[in-house]
């Protein structure tokens, strides 16, 4: 079993920003791809980051040059760094870890980020 927390999320103005992280804990032998997805009510959960352990990143467009992933792999930890947010980027975003290529994955209980001014 592998654990995840969650922290960083808040409130945050438009043009600020804000930083998420997410520990790995647990029965831990690798961490296959690390990363970031969010939801708002009504629609369906969808990826905003992921970082696998070789370094391979995958964005989605709407955030592609104003966010950043990246990972400490020594902390088991991924962090998500959300630069220019825009009202549209208020979701609740959740953390997810791959352990391995073709096992399951997990998911942390979600953090609130909400864009207003």
């Known amino acids: 079993q592998v654990q995840l927390v969650e922290s960083g999320g808040g409130l945050v103005q438009p043009g600020g920003s804000l930083r998420l992280s997410c520990a790995a804990s647990?029965?831990?032998?690798?961490?296959?791809?690390m990363g970031w997805y969010r939801q708002t009510p009504g629609k369906q959960r969808e990826l905003v980051a992921t970082?696998?352990?070789?370094?391979?990143?995958t964005y989605a467009d709407s955030v592609k040059d104003r966010f950043t992933i990246s990972r400490d792999n020594a902390k088991n930890t991924v962090y998500l760094q959300m630069n220019s947010p825009k009202p549209e980027d208020t979701a609740v975003y959740y953390c997810?870890?791959?352990?391995?290529?073709?096992?399951?994955?997990?998911w942390g209980q979600g953090t609130q980020v909400t864009v207003s001014s």
């Open positions: 970082m696998t352990s070789g370094g391979f990143t």
């Open positions: 997810n870890v791959k352990p391995t290529r073709f096992g399951n994955d997990y």
């Open positions: 647990g029965s831990i032998y690798s961490l296959y791809r």
